[in-house]
């Protein structure tokens, strides 16, 4: 007798039984060369096993005077203390067979923060990664637009002296840092769809095509570059037309 779980339901049950008719249905399989043969008498819905930042797989649940894997896992609900709950597993497993090993007990969260604790390295590292990214971008945004400024300080001195209003002047230096800004992110964007399957290697819960974070990244990465436009932009609404054109 046995209980099938599909992983998940609607793709690996209907890929085994299409018809939905496995309950009931006995099935063979090889266990160490010897073959063993269960009754499918219920299924249930998917679960991960021992990580929960793999995907679900195929299993099957067996009766315990069935089973052929050595080893067992107590599982227990408590709202007790977990020194409490522990010593009195302990004694109750013990005062049943005193032969029994009692061992690698761990509440649920640290089972969980165990089984993520890789993902969560990696994901701390890209973070820091990235942060550092964003920061070199902004610098090098803020340097590009600030010379640029200094090298068009005469131009900008002409134009104010013509009539140009300082929002103008704002808007025409912020609209550089965005220019710059929106190539970065072109060539940005087109390299994260490339490195699709390597980045999904850092991921857990968010696929890596996912809308939502390319949308905010862009958003961030506007905002950061009006940010870093901004002081330049300020810098180049305050020149003075007379200064400006006798420094040349």
Excluded: H
């Amino acid at each position: 007798m046995i209980a099938y779980v599909a992983a998940p339901r609607s793709k690996r049950a209907y890929a085994f039984f299409p018809r939905g008719d496995e309950l009931g249905t006995r099935v063979t399989m090889d266990v160490d060369g010897v073959p063993w043969t269960g009754q499918i008498v219920g299924v249930v819905g998917s679960y991960r096993e021992s990580n929960i930042a793999e995907d679900p797989r195929p299993e099957l649940f067996t009766a315990y005077a069935q089973t052929t894997i050595p080893g067992n896992t107590l599982v227990v609900r408590s709202t007790g203390a977990t020194a409490d709950v522990l010593s009195a597993i302990r004694g109750a497993i013990s005062s049943a067979d005193p032969d029994v090993a009692f061992y690698n007990a761990r509440t649920m969260k640290q089972q969980v923060a165990d089984s993520v604790a890789q993902p969560r390295l990696r994901s701390a590292l890209l973070a820091v990664f990235s942060i550092v990214a964003l920061i070199l971008a902004s610098l090098g945004i803020y340097g590009v637009i600030a010379c640029s400024v200094a090298e068009r300080k005469k131009e900008i001195g002409i134009r104010i002296a013509l009539g140009a209003r300082p929002s103008e002047v704002r808007t025409m230096v912020l609209a550089q840092g965005l220019k710059l800004t929106a190539i970065g992110l072109v060539l940005g964007l087109a390299g994260a769809a490339g490195a699709t399957r390597l980045i999904e290697g850092f991921l857990f819960g968010v696929r890596a095509s996912d809308p939502f974070t390319y949308v905010t990244t862009c958003v961030v990465f506007i905002a950061i570059a009006m940010l870093a436009s901004y002081l330049p932009a300020r810098r180049a609404m305050r020149v003075d037309p007379m200064v400006a054109l006798r420094e040349e």
